[in-house]
């Protein structure tokens, strides 16, 4: 399969470096995780990483993420400095639009994403992994020599038993291609956007990412008239979120999605300031689907629209207000 982005020839087991992009990645098969490893960089207020790729060395599953920023000895730094972190598989394509699929994402509000041992997302080895990060130093001091690990977790196809294989998921209250911060008014506001998922399945958990001043995100049943889910985040004595919860519903075997049904997503913020806030509003959901039939889902279109608005977007470092920062 052509490759849209440099990818890296790479040996299982061995680490691979990019000189463009100066991306590492290994395994550790005695933890059973695959290793991301970032160059280092100097922090000093909001700093975008160049985006990186790499050539998967995994054929099987791959079952959550962990995103650590370390400084130039190795010690693990605030998870406050990361503002986001996006892990992207450019040959898929998302559940609700042509863009491609977001595999998963961590802010500084959210924690590790563990997947159970029964589910997974399947993976083969050469399928490219597109990685973008940003970062926030408010502080007084330069740090020099951080850089970003993200571990994520393994099951090779060649176990006896493999793990139920499931899909990332991913809205956004923006169009799916493009900008992702919006200018926030002053006051109540809403924004939403809304689609239909391209195969029908299950939802089997959710979580959610907003900025200062969110007071709610809420997933509906636009053709049944139904709140599926809502959530608000969990904010410290100066307004700014640090944590999102994340809602699974194991228990009642995931929330269906139908392809006749319109789905929307909305973002509510209360701005108190008395002024709009330029680039102040972001809204994104994402989850764990498992689609009723895995053989069916879409095949990328890297001719269509929104695709190709994407990935320019996304591999863009010029305007860092516009790249999206999301919890799966």
């Known amino acids: 399969m052509p490759r849209l982005v440099l990818v890296l020839a790479m040996t299982v087991g061995a680490s691979a470096r990019s000189a463009a992009q100066a991306l590492t990645v290994r395994l550790d098969s005695t933890a059973h995780e695959m ?8 922090l000093h207020g909001m700093v975008e990483a160049q985006p990186g790729t790499i050539s998967l060395p995994v054929d099987g599953w791959l079952q959550g993420y962990d995103c650590q920023l370390v400084d130039a000895a190795g010690k693990r730094l605030s998870h406050y400095l990361i503002h986001h972190v996006n892990l992207i598989a450019p040959e898929k394509r998302e559940l609700f639009s042509p863009i491609m699929l977001r595999i998963g994402a961590q802010g500084s509000e959210t924690p590790p994403v563990e997947l159970p041992k029964i589910l997974g997302l399947r993976v083969h080895r050469g399928d490219t992994l597109l990685v973008t990060a940003m970062f926030h130093n408010a502080g007084a001091r330069d740090i020099v020599g951080a850089h970003l690990v993200i571990r994520m977790p393994y099951k090779e196809a060649s176990a006896a038993v493999g793990p139920v294989s499931i899909f990332p998921m991913y809205l956004d209250v923006m169009p799916p291609a493009g900008a ?11 924004k939403s956007w809304e689609s ?9 958990a959710l979580g959610a990412h907003m ?3 969110g007071t709610a995100m809420r997933f509906e049943d636009v053709t049944a008239n139904k709140v599926l889910w809502e959530t608000k985040p969990i904010v410290d004595k100066t307004g700014e979120p640090v944590a999102m919860p994340v809602k699974t519903f194991w228990w009642r075997l995931g929330i269906p999605l139908r392809t006749n049904h319109v789905y929307r997503v909305t973002a509510v913020y209360d701005n108190p300031t008395g002024r709009t806030i330029p680039l102040g509003g972001m809204g994104a ?3 764990v689907f498992m689609p009723s039939n895995v053989d069916s889902w879409p095949k ?3 001719a269509a629209p929104d695709y190709v608005l994407d990935l320019k977007d996304t591999m863009s ?4 207000g516009d790249m999206a920062g999301m919890a799966h």
């Open 285 to 287: 959901l994402g989850g």
């Open 196 to 204: 239909h998922p391209a195969v029908p399945g299950r939802i089997l």
């Open 300 to 302: 990328v279109d890297r």
């Open 35 to 42: 290793v991301l490893e970032m160059a280092p960089i100097r």
């Open 211 to 213: 900025h200062k001043y």
């Open 317 to 320: 470092t010029e305007d860092m």
């Open 180 to 190: 992702k911060s919006y200018d926030l008014p002053p006051g109540h506001s809403e």
